[in-house]
């Protein structure tokens, strides 16, 4: 897996501000915030779309219009887009400081002016490191006859399925209200984690691979930069579990009882991902330790075989050195064939050595 560091330098400006200030946290964009509004309902669909916010904008909320609005908001990074959106559709202060704080955690919240907010993630691989995840911020206003729908990024709409659908009128969104759209958008999310969730299959099926093999080379690293991408999605997708439970509520006005199955179906599979997560850590934890041990292994073979090696030499080069000192008076040194008996003597020693080696197992 690919070891540059995910996270980028964010601008943390709302320190030390007064709570309400819209902000923008997060990374630089130069891009102007794209407004797509679509109005629908079984037998009418119409879409605008503009960087114009008066264009985009309906001239009144659209509370009690016999058709669902979806405002769909693609760039968080201008404060008076969102400043003058908030104040159409009279959305809270706090609600807006956390659309356009990147570092928001995975949330929702119920205001009393009868507003539903949902903010989660959509993780996305990078393109030039295709095993690196980084996260979109995506929040959710829900009302009454309306959905809003905030995307950080411009780099592809993630909701194009299901826009799809609106155009063909296939399905049951046409047919519903604002509170399906929103299960329809957080599933296309939840889908969205089970093909990252192939990817980290996939991965890790060539970090195991490597292991078992004995390939040495940057294993280690891969394996903790997958276990961090892991950590990574599980901080961001752990939170669904008790936010989608949360929209099931009985009383809950904006989120009808028909809609409550399909939210049902989409924790479902929220508890599945998180553990398919929790198995390819512990698989990962597995592969580290085996890693490990392989390398431990195979240290511990060279230090047997160094220390053989060791001990043959050292007879050896106790022979060789007692005829190498120099003294007059050593009786073998004069001898007519003492260089060859030398020779002889160390091989044998030799040889002697390494079947005594051998008969104990050591080699």
Same mark, same amino acid.
């Given at each position: ?21 819209? /902000? ?18 079984? %037998? ?10 008066? @264009? ?12 669902? /609005?979806?405002? +769909? &908001? ?6 008076? @887009? ?18 356009? *704080? /990147? ?13 539903? #907010? ?48 609106? $155009? ?30 192939? *990817? ?5 099926? $060539?970090?195991?691979?490597? &292991? ?42 904006? @989120?009808?009882?028909? @809609?409550?199955?399909y939210l049902r179906d989409v924790n479902g599979n929220v508890m599945q991902i998180i553990e398919s997560l929790d198995a390819y850590r512990e698989l990962?934890?597995?592969? &580290?330790?085996?890693?490990? %041990? ?5 240290? +511990? ?7 053989? #090696? ?6 050896? /080069?106790?022979?060789?050195? &007692? ?5 007059? +008076? ?6 007519? *064939? ?18 005594? #080696? ?6």
């Amino acid at each position: 897996m690919a070891t540059r560091i995910r996270t980028h330098r964010k601008q943390r400006k709302n320190l030390l501000t007064s709570p309400g200030t819209l /902000t923008y946290v997060g990374k630089s964009v130069d891009i102007k915030t794209q407004i797509k509004r679509i109005e629908y309902n079984a %037998s009418f669909y119409h879409e605008e779309i503009d960087s114009n916010l008066e @264009v985009c904008l309906p001239k009144e909320a659209p509370t009690d219009q016999p058709y669902v /609005t979806w405002l +769909n &908001v693609t760039g968080i990074h201008e404060p008076e @887009v969102i400043g003058q959106i908030g104040k159409m559709y009279q959305l809270h202060p706090l609600l807006l400081e956390d659309v356009m *704080n /990147t570092d928001q955690k995975p949330m929702i919240e119920t205001y009393d002016d009868g507003h539903l #907010f949902v903010t989660l993630k959509m993780l996305h691989f990078y393109e030039n490191a295709p095993d690196e995840l980084w996260a979109e911020h995506i929040s959710f206003v829900l009302g009454k006859n309306y959905l809003i729908s905030f995307q950080e990024e411009q780099s592809g709409d993630v909701f194009a399925p299901v826009i799809d659908r609106l $155009k063909a009128s296939v399905g049951k969104t046409r047919r519903s209200g604002p509170d399906y759209l929103l299960y329809a958008l957080i599933d296309v999310i939840v889908d969205n984690y089970f093909l990252v969730l192939g *990817n980290f299959g996939e991965q890790l099926d $060539k970090l195991e691979d490597q &292991v078992i093999s004995g390939y040495q080379s940057q294993s280690l690293s891969e394996l903790y930069s997958a276990k961090r991408e892991l950590t990574f999605a599980r901080r961001l997708i752990w939170p669904l579990r008790d936010m989608v439970a949360q929209l099931v509520q009985p009383d809950d006005p904006l @989120v009808s009882k028909r @809609v409550h199955a399909y939210l049902r179906d989409v924790n479902g599979n929220v508890m599945q991902i998180i553990e398919s997560l929790d198995a390819y850590r512990e698989l990962l934890a597995s592969l &580290v330790d085996v890693h490990l %041990s392989t390398i431990s292994n195979r240290m +511990n073979q060279v230090m047997k075989t160094l220390t053989i #090696f060791s001990a043959i030499f050292m007879p050896i /080069t106790f022979i060789a050195g &007692v005829y190498g000192m120099n003294f007059d +008076n050593i009786p073998e040194l004069h001898t007519k *064939n003492g260089y060859y008996a030398t020779w002889a003597v160390m091989g044998l020693v030799t040889v002697g050595m390494l079947i005594y #080696f051998r008969w104990k197992k050591w080699l």
